[in-house]
């Protein structure tokens, strides 16, 4: 078994940057329930509204449907500041200096000490493949976060009086290779109840889909700890941590 790190505990500030609506329910709202719980400051800030991923909703509907989705599983976690960037769609992110400027702006303006996103792998740690909003978001937070500490890359955020931001100091992808862990056992339930906020985005999901409580315990359960009828009775939730000036 490969050996992990706790996360650290030594910041007070988290941004989670994600492409779309539900990306954050599928296991890291549980550790972000325990941050919360423990008197953390953690915002949500999502590039789409998810317009395009409820096939029998047109997108102008679901934009709507979705964002409120998501405004109702963060405030499961104890995230009441949840926002979304305008002008781009579900489904056809690209790399860019566009989509980096604006990331590069929203990191400038909380100030983060520790940043969220997901892997720009091809594949999750699983097998299953990778969307491309998902990727491109991945890499894109990697290099914005460089971009807000300097002063010199897009010069115009300081004119708009947003000041260089070079105090991230842990920057984590999820859904990949795994090297720190939360222990979210406690926090487990706020988790299910946050992903189950999505009813009308789960509801058009097929019949066959796992439900909320099913699908964490999949992403969540450690194996090691199964109990009665073979189900975990401890619950992880794993990231790729950079540790910035420790990882030279």
Same mark, same amino acid.
């Given at each position: 078994?490969? +050996?992990? /790190?706790?996360?650290?505990?030594?910041?007070?500030?988290?941004?989670?940057?994600?492409?779309?609506?539900? =990306?954050?329910? @599928?296991?890291?709202?549980?550790?972000?329930?325990?941050?919360?719980?423990?008197?953390?400051?953690? +915002?949500?800030?999502?590039? +789409?509204?998810?317009? #395009?991923?409820? =096939?029998?909703?047109?997108?102008?509907?679901?934009?709507?449907?979705?964002?409120?989705?998501?405004?109702? &599983?963060?405030? /499961?976690?104890?995230?009441?500041?949840?926002?979304?960037?305008?002008? @781009?769609?579900? &489904?056809?992110?690209?790399? &860019?200096?566009?989509?980096?400027?604006?990331?590069?702006?929203?990191?400038?303006?909380?100030?983060?000490?520790?940043?969220?996103?997901?892997?720009?792998?091809?594949?999750? #740690?699983? &097998?299953?493949?990778?969307?491309?909003?998902?990727?491109?978001?991945?890499?894109?937070?990697?290099?914005?976060?460089?971009?807000?500490?300097?002063?010199?890359?897009?010069?115009?955020?300081?004119?708009?009086?947003?000041?260089?931001?070079?105090?991230?100091?842990?920057?984590?992808?999820?859904?990949?290779?795994?090297?720190?862990?939360? =222990?979210? +056992? /406690?926090?487990?339930?706020?988790?299910?109840?946050?992903?189950?906020?999505?009813?009308?985005?789960?509801?058009?999901?097929?019949?066959?889909?796992?439900?909320?409580?099913?699908?964490?315990?999949?992403?969540?359960?450690?194996?090691?700890? #199964?109990?009665?009828?073979?189900?975990?009775?401890?619950?992880?939730?794993?990231?790729?941590?950079?540790? @910035?000036?420790?990882?030279?």
């Amino acid at each position: 078994m490969t +050996t992990t /790190e706790p996360f650290p505990t030594d910041w007070q500030r988290a941004l989670c940057v994600v492409a779309h609506p539900d =990306d954050l329910e @599928y296991g890291t709202a549980a550790a972000v329930a325990g941050w919360t719980a423990a008197g953390k400051e953690v +915002t949500y800030l999502l590039v +789409t509204r998810g317009e #395009a991923g409820i =096939d029998t909703m047109h997108p102008r509907e679901a934009a709507a449907v979705r964002e409120q989705e998501e405004r109702d &599983g963060a405030r /499961e976690v104890g995230v009441e500041q949840v926002d979304f960037l305008e002008g @781009y769609r579900d &489904g056809v992110l690209e790399n &860019g200096l566009g989509l980096r400027r604006d990331l590069a702006r929203e990191i400038r303006r909380r100030r983060p000490e520790v940043v969220i996103t997901q892997t720009f792998g091809e594949r999750f #740690a699983n &097998g299953m493949l990778n969307q491309a909003d998902h990727r491109v978001v991945g890499r894109e937070v990697l290099d914005a976060v460089a971009a807000a500490g300097n002063r010199w890359i897009f010069p115009e955020l300081v004119e708009e009086g947003h000041e260089p931001w070079g105090g991230v100091r842990h920057l984590g992808w999820v859904g990949g290779e795994v090297t720190h862990t939360v =222990d979210v +056992t /406690e926090h487990f339930e706020a988790a299910v109840r946050s992903l189950e906020a999505h009813r009308e985005y789960n509801s058009a999901l097929p019949d066959d889909f796992p439900q909320p409580r099913e699908l964490l315990t999949f992403i969540l359960g450690d194996p090691q700890s #199964a109990g009665e009828h073979g189900r975990p009775t401890r619950y992880l939730w794993g990231v790729d941590l950079f540790t @910035y000036g420790m990882n030279a």
